[in-house]
């Protein structure tokens, strides 16, 4: 890539901060709590009067004892040895459209952190509002679905709340024993096999076909039958790849008895361009935390937006927020419901910063992120395509908002493998790769997504530094074998963290341990 | 499809000159060629989605938000008595501070790698949760506590491959309603079936009577809550854990972290599995969206080998003397075995992991005496003012931040309470009428840390106005 971007000297700050733990000297304090009231301790009498004698802590918990200015600092520390999105170029994590979350959304989610959930619906009607209208004013339009339920704290739970769904529906048809089957896809999110089964159903995966890179329609109508309770897949699949018989699959499973949800936590490249509608599923989901610019938080808390057709909206969780066209319900008479996934109305402030996402874009904005993160994708394959020992199996067709490439050659020529490549990425200031759910049916793969935030400079400096690492691996591969070099942390004992004698969860654990062994 | 062209703040590549450039570099014409190339035409969306008009500007978005939001009304102006799963409590200024930063707020899923200052945090966590409750596990946070809770008696059941769990009837109906949709309906080979057992209606404590009678050898696990969703603070643990152990069954016990620096740990009268929720350690109610619920246990095989959701371990680096983090027994996760997995793990609540780890590192083991102590004393004044009130009658002693309120004498409806009380700026007690109607007409009222002496005064005087 000559002629590219120059590449920028990095290092990630090294604080070598030790365990809040081993930190404090005894009798310091962090905050203060409110006072008790004179009055109040005279009502009520000794604290330790009011609770039976037996379930009285004795030994009080062995918990740092810091002030406030230390406890600050090594959270700031530890905070500066986290390369947040916002810092870097983060697409490297494909399927996890690492998109910006806009400020100001945050501002705007702090106006509702005060609100408890069971206040009076007259007191609550603003935030009611917000959940009426992101789900049937912009849900609908995207996906086509009648009615949105934003109780699930994530992509997985919203799966769950979709395999209760098909449960109660073929419970109530009286066939839940004889359907208990869900078919998924091997490129399908794990938790679409996972989840289901949690739910109590047998999974019947399918495998790609080597020209297509996805399942044969074949596969699924030999893989439909009696048992078949439902089908539950991503489309596009983990590969970017796209199945253009999609509403043939739907209506395979139809026919055979079975109901369709649609994974649709990465549908970054399909607003108002395809919908699950049109698609003939019956129930899908979206991830806020992904194609709608809330925050990531570090892995949670997120929100899996379901949608399903009119005649599925019986099951959905209570409460479902309903409008009487002067004021916001909540509606919790609904026989035929699962009951609840989570407990009240789900992460309402994650809802809300999709809300504004969503207004801020309009109709024209959605699909233009679309497009963007299409062409972005599309752009960076061109540029991936020019470095050594990089490959994009499973067929030459074009991709969606992603693509797992493989670095299987490298790896054969070079002995650098796809996890020691993403040692070394971080020395530039990159952050990790996501490489591929297992199992890997792609070799030493890895997935990046560059979403419509990132410049074409950005994907520029990107592939230059993939570019680098890859000669790096040609000309000098101990360098990138023996990565990171310029992380906050040195190469970590991996198999201790498998070994019962030498794993630790908490530090007491861990003194404990280190003393016996 | 006729579209304006906008440059959008947030899209850089939506100049057109750049997008153009790169479609050339592609070879096409326009994103429609590529889609064509992709998506059938039949399954392509043929017209703009109807949708109100975008507001890119940041000022226009910002007005027309506040501007639906300005019909809330929260518990800051108001003075709140709710509780049932959701309280409010001091969260200091630190704890939003760190959570607020971009360096964790927009992380995602980086290798310990780039992300150290996350995987740090999650085991500073576990390792003081676990001084809390007493165990030398805990892993990442979940959803929230009703998740927590299904994970549990699910790694109960997986454990000793029984399939009976018996639960309290003096249950959250909400929680309830998780933990069925966990346990898998009746049809299914591998449901779990769930009793309740029976609560003593004086006390509100679990019936040691009716919990001998229910629990068998088939009895994979009891549940119980301490305090419990109505309050009381479950005196007989001990007694509990041993009917379960003597049927060979595990003891998973769910409880208000906040309550651990004045009430004993579980793991003090025999729990072996310890879920509930972080939301009261350092994170706003977010009108429900700041629950997240944990798990813990003792550092033994049986358990460690059944957690579904993430366990973040300390190990050492090459470095002599370094300290690294990583995820401990991975292949146990969804994200590893599919369906072979220990149920699943997916994006959880982190966030509310690394606030909880600075609230409990601010707190310390004198802030978190104090503050159940606090929270005890205002409470039970609360109880106490509230029962001097003709008519009002509080039903269960011995309680921790919670209690009953019951109006039956009053001859008032709690809905109608609830609304007179909200005429005069407070949100009153959650309604169990109709979740116990053997309770009467009663109400759940959470007083904490956070409620002065003034505030719970002014409820007695309205409550007083009121009945």
Known sequence: ?517 | MERQHCVHPYIPNSVNDVKQEMLREIGAKDSEELYAEMIPERLRLRKRMSLPDALPSELDLRRHVERILTKNKTCSEHVSFLGGGCWQHFVPAVCDEIARRAEFLTAYSGEYTSDLGRFQSFFEFQSMIGELVGMEVACLTTYDWGAAAGNAIRMASRINGRRKVLVPEAISPSRLAILRNFAQPVQMPSHIKLETVKYDPETGMMNLDDLQRKASSRTACVYFENPSYLGVIEANGNAISEIVHDRGAECVVGVDPISLGVLAPPSDYGADIICGDVQPLGVHMNCGGGLGGFIASRDEMKYVGEYPTHLISIAQTQREGEYGFGYCRYDRTSYIAREKAKDWVGTGTALWTIAAANYLALMGPQGMKEVGEAILQKSHYAAKRLAEIRGVRILFPTFFKEFVVNFDKAKKSVPSVNKALLRQGAFGGKDLTNEFPELGRSALYAVTEVHSRDAIDRLVEAMRRVI
């Open chain 1, 1 to 517: 890539m000559s002629g590219g971007p120059r590449l920028r000297r990095y290092h990630a700050p090294v604080w070598s901060e030790p365990v809040i733990m081993e930190l404090g000297r005894k009798g310091e304090r962090g905050v203060i709590v409110p006072e008790v009231e004179k009055e109040v301790s005279r009502a009520v009498g000794k604290a330790a009067s009011l609770v039976p004698a037996k379930m009285r802590r004795r030994e009080p918990p062995k918990l740092p004892e810091l002030s406030q200015p230390q406890v600050l600092r090594h959270y700031l520390r530890l905070s500066q040895e986290n390369l947040g999105m916002e810092l870097n170029l983060d697409f490297g994590e494909g399927t996890c459209t690492m998109k910006y979350s806009p400020k100001v959304n945050e501002e705007l989610a702090r106006l509702v952190s005060e609100i408890h959930p069971l206040q009076d619906e007259d007191t609550i009607q603003g935030i009611l509002e917000v959940l009426h209208r992101f789900g049937r004013v912009f849900l609908k339009a995207i996906s086509g679905m009648d009615e949105f339920c934003f109780q699930p704290g994530g992509g997985s739970e919203a799966v769950f709340a979709i395999a209760c769904m098909m449960r109660k529906y073929h419970e109530l048809n009286g066939e839940v024993e004889q359907r208990n089957e869900i078919i998924t896809t091997i490129f399908s999110h794990p938790c679409d096999a996972a989840v289901p089964a949690t739910a109590g159903f047998r999974i019947v995966t399918l495998y790609p076909d080597e020209k297509t890179g996805r399942p044969s329609t074949e596969a699924l109508r030999a893989a439909v039958s009696k048992h078949t309770a439902g089908m539950m897949i991503t489309n596009p699949e983990d590969t970017g790849i796209f199945n253009p018989e999609i509403d043939e699959w739907t209506k395979i499973v139809h026919e055979a008895g079975g109901l369709c949800g649609y994974d649709q936590a990465n549908a970054n490249a399909l607003l108002g361009v395809t919908r699950a509608r049109e698609a003939g599923f019956d129930m899908c989901f979206f991830n806020l935390h992904k194609t709608f610019g809330s925050p990531h938080g570090s892995d949670g808390p997120a929100c899996g937006a379901i949608g399903v057709r009119r005649e599925f909206a019986k099951f959905l969780p209570v409460p479902i927020v309903v409008f009487d066209g002067k004021k916001y319900h909540l509606d919790y008479n609904r026989p035929h419901s699962i009951g609840k996934v989570r407990d009240f109305y789900g992460n309402v402030q994650v809802v809300l910063r999709a809300y504004a996402w969503a207004m801020s874009m309009g109709a024209e904005g959605l699909r233009e992120a679309a497009e963007i993160s299409m062409i972005n994708n599309n752009y960076l394959e061109k540029k991936i395509a020019a470095i050594r020992g990089v490959s994009k199996p499973l067929g030459t067709k074009r991709r969606l908002d992603q693509i797992r490439y493989s670095v299987e050659k490298m790896k054969e020529e070079t002995g650098i493998g796809v996890v020691d490549l993403n040692k070394r990425v971080v020395d530039y200031g990159i952050q990790s790769y996501f490489l591929s759910h297992h199992p890997w049916v792609v070799p030493e793969p890895f997935t990046p997504e560059p979403c419509e935030t990132y410049s074409k400079a950005d994907i520029d400096y990107w592939a230059a530094v993939l570019k680098q690492i890859s000669d790096e691996a040609y000309s000098n591969p101990e360098l990138v074998k023996s990565a990171p070099h310029q992380s906050s942390i040195s190469k970590l004992d991996e198999a201790a963290l498998d070994d019962s004698d030498r794993w630790a969860m908490t530090w007491k654990a861990f003194v404990r341990k280190r003393k016996k062994g």
